[in-house]
Every structure is written in structure tokens, then in C-alpha cells.
């Protein structure tokens, strides 16, 4: 089965920016892969920020954003806040079934 | 409101089957525009998908784990289940159920499952 790769941790300042990738062993990451984005805070369940590559639910702060580019899905988070440290998982679907990234633990420090 | 609830039990002795449902309210399972997902996390790792079932019968497994898994809908009770055949210490996770479409909106709030004699 395809292998996600995330990068396993990042740190960012408060207010900067960051961005998150999510690349597959099987080639670029494209429209077709429908990329998924979620957040998880300990002891909660993951939400959904991003779907469909840049689609973003009711809750999503509009500081966060998704996209493709250099051949992987990315996620960019601006004006980082305190309330965004968590982990991120990707979600990548491969002809129905999907496959998840490692996770990234996001810092805001 | 939309809301998932998984049931089962918390222990599995190795071996067994770990059968969960998830109970689903304000939405109908037989609505064909959403597909019923199952997944999982290992104590402190990530996640995996585990597979997703449509009212229309497809089901979509995660190749690793399709030899031992069964995901089944029942419409009369508006819920859907998932069952893991001979389990191992290795299956002990958190299960979630989820409804896919709209980006997994919706989650339940996961169901510890321990495989322990």
C-alpha cells in the first residue's frame, strides 16, 4: 500500500508562518488524491480543517490554508497562534481506499 | 445535529473478534451521498484508516487488515459495524467512527478497544 510522508515535527514562532507538506511514495501528490488536513489536540478526536485539497469547514480559521505544490499537499498556517499547536495528519485517497500520513507535531514556541 | 457514537466492548482476549457499532443520529446510513468510515489510533501514534463502507454495499479496506475485517451496515437500526477477526495485542487502538464526504465532518469521540488475556 502507498506510503503518506509529513514532516514528523515543526516549530514555529507566534504570528509567523508555516507549512506543512504530505507527499506519496506512489508520485506527486495531485487534485486527484483529494488531500485531507486535520488537527488533533490531546484527548480529542482529529477535525477536519482541509478537504479536497483546499476546502475548508465551517470551524476552519481563515488563517490556515491549503494547496498543492512541488509535487505534494501542503497546508500553511499564517499568523500562527498558541491555540495551533497540535498535530496534523494528512489523509491521501488512492482509487477509494486512503491512506494517512505520520503526523506532524506543530509548536508554536 | 449529526452525531456518531461507537459501542463495544473495551476488552478482547487475543485471538477473538472485536466487533464495534457505530450509532449514528441525525442522519440517515441509507443516504447515498455519504460513505461510513472506520478508523483507528495506536496509543501515542498516529492514525490509520481502517475502511469505509456506502449504503449501496462497496466497502473499502485497508489492504493490511482486509484479510480479518468485516464492515457491515444495518439500515434498520441506523448504524454500522465493524468486525476484526483474530486480534492481537497490535489491534489495541482508540476506534472512531467517522462520515466521510464533506471532508470527515463528522467523528465520534473514539471507543478504546484493549486486547489483553
Known amino acids: 500500500q502507498a506510503v503518506v510522508t509529513q514532516e514528523p515535527s515543526l516549530t514555529v514562532s507566534p504570528g509567523g508562518t508555516v507549512t506543512l507538506t504530505c507527499g506519496s511514495n506512489?508520485?506527486?501528490?495531485?487534485?486527484?488524491?483529494?488531500p485531507y488536513w486535520f488537527q488533533q489536540k490531546p484527548g480529542q478526536a482529529p477535525r477536519t480543517l482541509i478537504y479536497?485539497?483546499?476546502t475548508k469547514q465551517p470551524w476552519t480559521p481563515a488563517r490556515v490554508s491549503g494547496s498543492l505544490s512541488g509535487g505534494k499537499a501542503a497546508l500553511t498556517l499564517s499568523g500562527a497562534q498558541p491555540e495551533d499547536e497540535a498535530d496534523y495528519y494528512c489523509?491521501?485517497?488512492?482509487?477509494?481506499?486512503?491512506?494517512f500520513g505520520g503526523g506532524t507535531k506543530l509548536t508554536v514556541l | 445535529q449529526v452525531k456518531l457514537q461507537e459501542s463495544g466492548p473495551g476488552l478482547v482476549k487475543p485471538s477473538q473478534t472485536l466487533s464495534l457499532t457505530c450509532i449514528v443520529s441525525?442522519?440517515?446510513?441509507?443516504?447515498?451521498?455519504?460513505?461510513w468510515t472506520w478508523i483507528r489510533q495506536h496509543p501515542g501514534k498516529g492514525l490509520e484508516w481502517i475502511g469505509y463502507?456506502?449504503?449501496?454495499?462497496?466497502?473499502y479496506y485497508n489492504p493490511s487488515l482486509e484479510s480479518r475485517l468485516t464492515i457491515s451496515l444495518d439500515t434498520s437500526q441506523n448504524q454500522f459495524s465493524l468486525e476484526l477477526n483474530s486480534v492481537t495485542a497490535a489491534d489495541t487502538a482508540v476506534y472512531y467512527c467517522?462520515?466521510?464526504?464533506?471532508?470527515?465532518?463528522?467523528w465520534g469521540q473514539g471507543t478504546l478497544v484493549t486486547v489483553s488475556s
Open positions: 467517522a462520515r466521510d464526504n464533506e471532508g470527515l465532518k463528522f
Open positions: 441525525g442522519a440517515s446510513i441509507s443516504n447515498g451521498n455519504y460513505y
Open positions: 463502507i456506502h449504503y449501496s454495499g462497496n466497502v
Open positions: 506512489t508520485g506527486a501528490v495531485t487534485f486527484g488524491h483529494y
Open positions: 479536497d485539497t483546499n
Open positions: 489523509l491521501l485517497s488512492y482509487s477509494g481506499r486512503k491512506v
